[in-house]
């Protein structure tokens, strides 16, 4: 199941009635992708990227800017010849929100067009009743608006996150327990109307990979596997810079390759909460355990060592299935923890006449903040400008 908008984005109406709709040719994206990869470039440097002719980067590049999305910053020297004008996205050509739905709560991120993080806020709605998220994620996103003094007209898209796998209908999902009066819900079409925006919907390992992928190690590694550690274990996979999404969008549920027996050993933040209230120090819920975490604590090295071996069968089979450069360990998971699980576990990687497969580096996420919520506002900006 694809999600409803897809790679086509509705144009927002205060687009169409300035007469300046932002849909992008698919040159137009190439371009867009480069500038946005390399944060600056020349129009030499794109011809030489994309093998266009020089004329017809020129006339891109010109039909871009007319738009708003690209402009001309200071020359750059590169070899011999003249400088060259630098090139690079317009950071307020457009702006995009994400929303990440928690089992304990929600985040909010706004997001500029060339990936800066203009705001993250955590939300307090009155509860996790869907009506009370929308109404509590306006308030923020106005709040934001006004703080920072940002054009709203300027606001093209949301996307929203949330933990679960799609259902065979369309806009819906089947989240963990907490949120199950979520899953009765078209989120698209309910959060489409209520914002009036166009709405991009991903469960959160598939946001997070998306962030990944334009802001953090997708930067370096295009083909890399995301883990999302959170309540579940979930993640995505983003080969040559697109995400896959699969036949019904749930491609990622890395903990669907556990056995019956060994899944209830999965490496899930939950448990380890659990596991340390058992030890006799409480942690009330996950974000108290990410903003508190301590390795020091009884339960840590326990925990470690009850899911090293299903999170080593785990990245074995990511690396023989999809074989990408990396494997990225996100989500909610504090670096020590994640820099302790990468230490402690190992590829299952037999040598054949001395030399074993090449297996992915395994990385601590480089995206900073609440990796859901920017992976989230991230989507709109992504299928709807970017390759």
């Not at 698919?26 to 946005?36: A, D, K, S």
């Not at 010109?62 to 020297?77: C, D, P, Q, S, T």
């Not at 071996?309 to 299935?321: H, W």
Request: glycine share 10%; hydrophobic share 45%; proline share 5%.
């Amino acid at each position: 199941m694809q999600a409803a908008l897809g790679r086509k984005a509705r144009i927002p109406a205060i687009f169409r009635r300035r007469g300046d709709p932002l849909t992008v040719s698919e040159n137009e994206r190439r371009v867009l992708e480069i500038v946005r990869r390399s944060g600056v470039t020349s129009r030499a440097d794109l011809t030489r990227a994309t093998n266009l002719a020089p004329q017809s980067i020129s006339r891109l590049i010109e039909a871009l800017m007319k738009r708003g999305l690209v402009e001309f910053g200071e020359k750059r020297i590169r070899g011999r010849g003249h400088p060259g004008l630098a090139v690079r996205l317009t950071r307020s050509a457009v702006y995009a929100v994400g929303l990440s739905i928690r089992t304990e709560g929600a985040d909010l991120a706004v997001v500029a067009f060339d990936g800066q993080v203009l705001a993250e806020r955590t939300l307090s709605p009155s509860s996790m009743a869907v009506t009370d998220v929308i109404a509590e994620a306006q308030a923020q996103l106005d709040d934001v608006f006004t703080v920072l003094d940002l054009d709203r007209r300027r606001l093209f898209g949301f996307g929203l996150a949330m933990s679960g796998f799609f259902t065979v209908e369309a806009g819906r999902m089947n989240p963990p327990d907490p949120l199950a009066h979520w899953s009765v819900t078209d989120l698209e079409q309910t959060f489409m109307q209520a914002m009036d925006l166009p709405v991009w919907l991903e469960n959160d390992g598939n946001a997070s990979a998306i962030g990944e992928s334009l802001c953090g190690v997708g930067l370096t590694h295009p083909s890399f596997a995301y883990l999302y550690f959170t309540y579940g274990l979930g993640g995505g996979v983003v080969l040559d810079g697109s995400l896959v999404r699969g036949a019904f969008g749930n491609a990622g549920e890395f903990s669907a390759m556990l056995s019956p027996e060994t899944h209830a050993r999965r490496p899930t933040l939950e448990s380890l909460r659990r596991l340390i209230c058992e030890h006799g120090v409480e942690v009330v819920s996950i974000a108290d355990l990410q903003a508190r975490f301590d390795p020091d604590w009884p339960g840590v090295s326990v925990w470690l060592d009850r899911v090293k071996e299903p999170l080593s069968d785990i990245l074995s089979a990511i690396s023989g299935v999809i074989d990408p450069s990396a494997i990225v360990f996100g989500g909610q998971i504090p670096r020590p923890l994640a820099e302790r699980l990468i230490a402690g576990v190992q590829f299952h990687n037999r040598a054949r006449r001395g030399e074993t497969r090449p297996t992915p580096a395994l990385l601590v996420s480089a995206v900073r903040g609440n990796a859901a919520a920017i992976g989230a506002a991230s989507m709109p900006l992504k299928y709807a400008f970017f390759q």
